[in-house]
Structures are given as structure tokens and as C-alpha cells.
């Protein structure tokens, strides 16, 4: 181990400016590597070492997320985002799989000023275990929604909100959160109050007892399955008799919208990210 250390050191001494901005990515990527060599019980002046420059590489990343939030809150989100996600697309293949995290989630977590979440509640049967989209595909969905200022995103079953957030920043939308954890909820909103988001609402309540008529895209993470991923359903067609909108799901409940006779997918469901979904017109509107 402590060779191995001695090893890592050495190369990334070498690297000139790793503490640059452009090189967070870097940063990220060496910190992990670090954190998995780094012993608690090792050789001492190589553990001062390596904490001196894990400490250094931490403060360089957090001068980074302190500048994007500024960014953001003067409404320039998008563009302090934009060139991270785009780099990281090209990292996507090389992932284990669909819902794997990597270092975009490390730059997500960095930026949004989430605190601890309060004490969370048993989960009820048939809801999942909250877990966020990784911030890969959430970058990659919202590329092909291409949302403007007309479209509201509803994530039923929004957790700390990852996806509303992100929307909120990275588009012109106004991003929605339905969850019905209290904590997490308080989480969301405390987060968009910091970062002065307008365009981001969180509602803490049960997903089947949504208001569904003003979303444009409804987005699913798994959030819920069986009867409360069916009542959800039959909201959802209930509404697509009246009017259009798109549906998006990451997850196991994509096969469960696929089977849905109402929805069309825009392309092949594939594991291998957020599949979208709308309503076709009606025959009568057809030409």
C-alpha cells in the first residue's frame, strides 16, 4: 500500500498545475485515488504527504463550486456547467453501468450547498430507496429535451431534488419537485433559497396526489412501484386525454412505461440512459 502511495505522489506531484481550474476534473479523480491508498496507519511523513495535498486539491475544488454558485446565482449556470458536462459525456461508455456515479456527481454534490438531511421516515411499501440520477444522464436528458421558458419538468419522487435543480439551472424551464420525505424537502428548498433559483419549486406531498396539468415533462426515477407506480399511471393517461407532454424514466419502472399503449418512446428504451416518452396526437388531430 504505501508503495503504491509513494507511487501515486510521485505522478501527480508531476502533473503542473493540477490546482488550475481547468484541471477539476483531475482534481476529482486524483482525490479518490487518494482516499483508497491513503492508510491511518502508515508510514507518517508519507501520510503528511499525501493529506497536504489532498488538502490543497480540496481547496482548489472548493474555490471551484464556490465560483460556479456565484455563477449560477447571477443566472449564468448553464454556461459555468456546461463545458464539465460536455466533457463528461465522453466518459459515459466507459462507465460500469447506467447508474454508475463518477466525478460529474462529485461536482453536482460540490456545487448544490445541500445540508445533512434530518431525520428521514421508514419508507412506506412499494417506495424505493432514494438514490439520485447520476448527473450524467440528468446533463444528457436535459440536452435532448431542449426545454425553454414555456416547459415545466415535474420529478415525482424528486428526493433532494438533483434533477429540478439542475433543470432549473441549466434551462429556462422551471423545475418541479414532488417528494414525500419532509426532509428532504426542506433540503431542496433550503438549496434553491441559496443558490436565488425563481425557477425551482419543491411540494412535499404523495405523487399519486400531484397536480398534474402544468407539467410538460414528467420525470421518474423509480421513485415507486406496484399500485403506486399504477395510480401514478393512470394519473398520468388521465391527463394525456386532455393535452400532450412527455414522459421520462431512468430505471426499472422504464419497462412499465414502455408497456403503456397511451405513450409513444421517442426512441428505443436502452438501459444505457433516460428514456423519453410522449403522447401522440389523438387520431382526430392527426393528418
Do not use: K
Not at 424528486?158 to 418541479?176: F, K, Q, W
Not at 428548498?189 to 406531498?205: E, S, Y
Request: aromatic fraction near 6%; glycine fraction near 8%; charge should be negative.
Amino acid at each position: 500500500m504505501s508503495d503504491a502511495l509513494q507511487a501515486l505522489l510521485e505522478r501527480l506531484e508531476r502533473i503542473r498545475a493540477l490546482e488550475a481550474p481547468d484541471r477539476l476534473r483531475e482534481r476529482i479523480e486524483a482525490l479518490d485515488r487518494l482516499d483508497a491508498l491513503m492508510p491511518m496507519d502508515g508510514e507518517p511523513a508519507l501520510v503528511r504527504r499525501g493529506q497536504a495535498l489532498q488538502a490543497r486539491l480540496e481547496a482548489a475544488n472548493a474555490a471551484q463550486y464556490q465560483a460556479i454558485r456565484h455563477a449560477i446565482r447571477r443566472g449564468q449556470g448553464r454556461a459555468a456547467l456546461q463545458g464539465w458536462w460536455r466533457a463528461g459525456a465522453a466518459g459515459e461508455a466507459a462507465c460500469r453501468s447506467a447508474d454508475a456515479y463518477d466525478w460529474l456527481d462529485e461536482l453536482v454534490g460540490g456545487v448544490l450547498p445541500f445540508e445533512v438531511p434530518g431525520e428521514v421516515g421508514a419508507l412506506a411499501p412499494e417506495m424505493v430507496l432514494y438514490q439520485p440520477t447520476p448527473a450524467r444522464q440528468v446533463f444528457g436528458l436535459l440536452d435532448r429535451l431542449a426545454l425553454d421558458e414555456a416547459d415545466v419538468l415535474v420529478d415525482l419522487g424528486s428526493g433532494l431534488g438533483h434533477v429540478p435543480l439542475l433543470t432549473a439551472i441549466c434551462t429556462r424551464a422551471r423545475g418541479v419537485g414532488v417528494e414525500i420525505e419532509p426532509a428532504y424537502v426542506a433540503g431542496a428548498r433550503r438549496c434553491a433559497q441559496d443558490l436565488q433559483l425563481a425557477n425551482a419549486c419543491f411540494v412535499q406531498g404523495d405523487a399519486r396526489d400531484a397536480d398534474f396539468s402544468t407539467g410538460s415533462v414528467f420525470y421518474l426515477y423509480t421513485p415507486f412501484t406496484g399500485a403506486i407506480l399504477r395510480s401514478v399511471l393512470d394519473a398520468l393517461r388521465r391527463e394525456a386525454s386532455r393535452r400532450a407532454f412527455r414522459v421520462c424514466s431512468f430505471g426499472p419502472c422504464t419497462a412499465a412505461l414502455a408497456a403503456e399503449p397511451w405513450l409513444a418512446c421517442d426512441d428505443a428504451p436502452a438501459g444505457g440512459r433516460v428514456a423519453v416518452f410522449h403522447v401522440p396526437a389523438p387520431p382526430s388531430a392527426q393528418p
